[in-house]
């Protein structure tokens, strides 16, 4: 039986097209010539698209942007649920245009050679994972760690049992309201330190009852009135990140992964971007 994989590229805008575009092809020829009966299917979601185009090599759809990648690729599920004739095996691959810019590339070398054993199994996924220093929980699902979500891949078998993607919570459940001088609600939606330790990264903010994560992002500043939306919104994109991990964990999936930097001491106070290989 031919096996198909679906490429999910979300895009907003088609500036890093082509170079994405060229980079993932590798890796699904690379898969292609060891297995012939591997189809791959490329759907592009761009949030910047106002209306369905067709190529030769790939379809473009519009994106819902609403909670950036997340409400995009499930955009982009629900196109290939329509639209093609989808087997339990067949693989769905994710990506976001920031898979090659702004991480380095080593770790899609060990994700082309360590994907194609996994096509053999039957509850698997494969990705970047990052991980707390402690377990957290997001709607009483505890995980400890979770794939990043630029570049990483499942059976559709597997995405059928976690569902859409976008975290299914209610924003004013587990923020403040804008006018308000706290981000987070006091929620139990939320462990206390999830939102400890994404204040530190999103603001800089640190929390003394948790000295043991320390990182910022790079676009971090202290959360205002001015950027409360910008800052909501990607709260919102990191929670849907860590749920899908925590639902993969729950329902017993297994996930190897391509982190080269995993075992670096430190590595959850040392600044986040020397790390990255």
């Not at 170079?19 to 189809?39: F, K, R």
């Not at 190529?55 to 995009?72: A, K, L, R, V, Y």
């Not at 975290?167 to 400890?196: A, G, H, M, R, Y």
């Not at 990182?215 to 939306?229: C, G, I, M, Q, T």
Request: hydrophobic share 35%; charged share 20%.
């Amino acid at each position: 039986m031919s096996q198909k994989i679906f490429i999910l590229y979300l895009i907003h805008t088609s500036s890093k097209l082509e170079a994405g575009l060229e980079l993932i092809s590798s890796i699904t020829n690379s898969m292609s010539q060891n297995s012939p009966s591997l189809t791959p299917q490329y759907i592009i979601i761009d949030t910047a698209a106002d209306r369905t185009y067709h190529s030769i090599n790939h379809t473009i759809i519009p994106g819902d942007n609403s909670c950036h990648e997340f409400s995009g690729w499930d955009t982009g599920v629900e196109h290939i649920k329509s639209n093609y004739l989808l087997n339990d095996n067949d693989l769905i691959l994710f990506v976001n245009d920031s898979f090659y810019t702004s991480y380095g590339q080593q770790y899609l070398t060990l994700f082309a050679n360590t994907l194609l054993p996994l096509t053999n199994k039957s509850n698997w996924a494969l990705g970047y994972m990052d991980d707390f220093p402690k377990q957290a929980k997001i709607l009483d699902k505890p995980y400890q760690n979770w794939i990043r979500s630029n570049f990483f891949i499942m059976p559709f078998h597997c995405l059928k049992k976690i569902g859409p993607l976008t975290i299914p919570i209610d924003e004013n459940e587990v923020f403040c309201p804008k006018e308000s001088s706290e981000f987070w609600s006091q929620t139990p939606l939320i462990s206390d330190n999830f939102k400890s330790y994404i204040s530190s990264w999103l603001f800089e903010k640190a929390n003394p009852a948790y000295p043991e994560y320390q990182l910022n992002w790079d676009r971090a500043e202290p959360v205002s009135k001015e950027n409360y939306a910008f800052f909501k919104k990607k709260a919102m994109c990191i929670l849907s990140e860590h749920y899908l991990t925590a639902r993969l964990h729950f329902h017993k999936i297994e996930i190897t992964n391509v982190n080269p930097n995993k075992n670096l001491l430190n590595r959850h106070i040392k600044p986040y971007y020397e790390q990255q290989l």
